[in-house]
């Protein structure tokens, strides 16, 4: 039985392999098929599908082509607005960009006590105009002794017009103690300060050849005594070292005069040297008003209106003597300083608002 069935196969298979060599399939397809009658449907189908859609493949083809062509034609419009809309994202973020950078130029110009060591265009640009009121009728500087807070908050504390106080310095130590050796001692012994002065506070060489105010300190006694045949010098730094900070205003109080509502910087603005030019003209950018104490010698302040109140305005002299304070917005007067012969000339301010 075994052997009959065997014979009918084998017939069968050859019939098969007649069949598809008629046809054309390889004998390793036809026992492909056998083995896996699957993949044989899947050819079948294949191979139908390509016959019977030949023609058609080619049309489709073409007809896809052209309605590619279509949307192409359609996108086009679309994609260069898209390429617009990108580009100017693109431009704005890097616009962004610079307009941090300058931002942060000019924040750090404003955070100078003068712009001096900045770039005096970009400064002078970036300043608000004055309103002229402040000098529009300004004769001369007032000259104020005894002026209650009251009256020296309405006349001259936000109005922006100078006034020399003569009075507001009896009571101070500063007076008698504050020198050069005082500064020199009080920084050498306390601990950070020269370092806090070089890092954090500001240093104004002026026309000097000291980089910081450790150099200051450690010049010869000649020259920081001004005997002749020495280089002059005159300088200014701003304390932001709280222990010296402590140490200096046990010597000086508050000046008496200011609003009592109004509060003072925790910096103090220290200027010494000898004769000669001081700070050249320029304009301060601190925002708030400040006083200055002439605590040794002898200086002249050279105020000068901005230059949209020219016109309407006057310049002025005012000469501080040793005791006077001076106040001034240095924010809307350019102003530059001279030292007079005779004791060196030490000056001590601060901000208040």
């Given at each position: ?23 054309g ?5 036809v ?33 896809h082509e ?8 359609k ?16 431009f ?16 750090d ?5 003068c ?25 001369s ?13 309405r ?9 020399l ?26 601990e950070?300060?020269?370092?806090t ?9 002026y026309?000097?050849?000291?980089l910081?105010?450790?150099?200051v300190f ?8 001004f ?7 005159y300088?200014?730094w ?6 010296v900070?402590?140490?200096l ?5 508050r ?8 509060e ?22 601190v ?42 917005d240095?924010n ?8 007079h012969?005779?004791d ?6 601060s901000?208040?608002?």
């Amino acid at each position: 039985m075994e052997n009959e069935k065997k014979k009918f196969l084998v017939k069968k298979l050859t019939k098969v392999i007649e069949e598809a060599d008629k046809n054309g399939v390889s004998r390793s397809d036809v026992r492909n098929i056998l083995i896996n009658p699957t993949v044989d449907k899947v050819k079948k189908t294949d191979s139908k599908t390509k016959e019977n859609t030949g023609i058609e493949n080619t049309e489709y083809t073409k007809e896809h082509e052209e309605k590619e062509k279509r949307d192409e034609r359609k996108l086009s419009p679309l994609k260069s607005k898209y390429v617009m809309y990108a580009f100017m994202y693109v431009f704005g973020i890097i616009s962004t960009l610079i307009t941090i950078f300058i931002h942060g130029f000019i924040v750090d110009a404003l955070a100078e006590k003068c712009f001096m060591d900045q770039n005096v265009y970009a400064a002078e640009i970036s300043r608000p105009l004055v309103q002229c009121n402040m000098c529009r009728n300004l004769d001369s500087i007032p000259v104020e002794s005894g002026i209650s807070a009251e009256e020296f908050k309405r006349k001259y504390a936000y109005t922006s017009v100078p006034v020399l106080i003569k009075d507001a310095t009896n009571t101070w130590s500063a007076m008698t103690q504050f020198n050069f050796q005082f500064f020199k001692d009080l920084y050498f012994r306390t601990e950070d300060a020269l370092r806090t002065v070089d890092e954090e506070c500001q240093f104004f060489p002026y026309n000097t050849d000291f980089l910081t105010l450790s150099d200051v300190f450690n010049m010869s006694d000649a020259r920081a005594n001004f005997v002749d045949g020495e280089m002059p010098w005159y300088i200014g730094w701003s304390n932001c070292h709280k222990e010296v900070r402590n140490k200096l205003r046990k010597h000086y109080q508050r000046p008496y005069f200011l609003p009592n509502n109004s509060e003072s910087s925790t910096l103090d603005w220290i200027f010494m040297g000898g004769s000669g030019p001081g700070a050249l003209v320029h304009l301060d950018y601190v925002v708030r008003p400040s006083w200055q104490a002439q605590i040794s010698g002898m200086k002249t302040w050279t105020l000068v209106p901005s230059p949209e109140c020219e016109a309407e305005c006057k310049s002025f002299n005012v000469t501080v003597h040793k005791g006077d304070i001076f106040v001034v917005d240095t924010n809307v007067w350019y102003h530059s300083t001279f030292i007079h012969p005779g004791d060196i000339s030490i000056t001590i301010g601060s901000e208040y608002d």
